[in-house]
């Protein structure tokens, strides 16, 4: 089995930055689309932005321009630079990812535990 591993979260004022990684616990054999997704309370969960395993990626109108998502293949991590944090950032921010584990597995989505991003003065 595997998971996702989430980190980088934490308090921010407005206009700061804050980098969150996302690595798997143990090596994998191929992850194709990587994500990232948050939840504010009181909201349904929503997609950021993702990146497919060319380096295409897919942003949200909200972060256009602010975030920036990148993925390391050889160290299995998704990274999500975050710059002019807004307070309507506060979230959850779960990492997401189709992992195929082994070479004769099929690939399945996988979600992070999740890490609280908080903008506030």
């Known amino acids: 089995q595997v998971q996702l591993v989430e980190s980088g979260g934490g308090l921010v004022q407005p206009g700061g930055s804050l980098r969150l990684s996302c690595a798997t616990s143990?090596?994998?054999?191929?992850?194709?689309?990587m994500a990232w997704y948050r939840q504010a309370p009181g909201k349904r969960r929503e997609l950021v932005v993702d990146?497919?395993?060319?380096?295409?990626?897919n942003y949200a109108d909200s972060v256009k321009g602010r975030f920036t998502i990148s993925r390391d293949n050889a160290k299995d991590t998704v990274y999500l630079q975050m710059n002019s944090l807004k307070p309507e950032d506060t979230a959850v921010y779960y990492c997401?990812?189709?992992?195929?584990?082994?070479?004769?597995?099929?690939?399945?989505?996988?979600w992070g535990q999740g890490t609280q991003v908080t903008v506030s003065s």
């Open positions: 997401n990812a189709d992992i195929q584990v082994t070479s004769d597995s099929g690939s399945q989505n996988y």
């Open positions: 143990r090596r994998v054999f191929r992850i194709y689309t």
């Open positions: 990146i497919g395993s060319g380096g295409r990626t």
